[in-house]
């Protein structure tokens, strides 16, 4: 786990989109993508569920965000 993808993952949960995530930290959705992926693989958990409208947190995401964002 890095910070990088801490901050990633707080700021897909505060715009509830990966695109305008990536918007706000200056790179590309793929980084923000990846690095969630990577990080959730890492967890074993899924923190977002993806659809077409957006992101949405999950319980165990929601959990995990309580922590990363302290």
Avoid: P, W
Wanted: hydrophobic share 35%; glycine share 4%.
């Amino acid at each position: 786990m890095t910070f990088q993808q801490l901050t990633f993952a707080v700021e897909v949960a505060k715009c509830e989109s990966i695109n305008k995530a990536a918007e706000q930290l200056y790179t590309h959705q793929s980084n923000v993508s990846n690095a969630i992926k990577q990080l959730e693989d890492e967890l074993g958990v899924q923190l977002f569920n993806r659809t077409k409208r957006g992101v949405y947190i999950t319980e165990q995401g929601r959990e995990f965000l309580s922590y990363a964002e302290d």
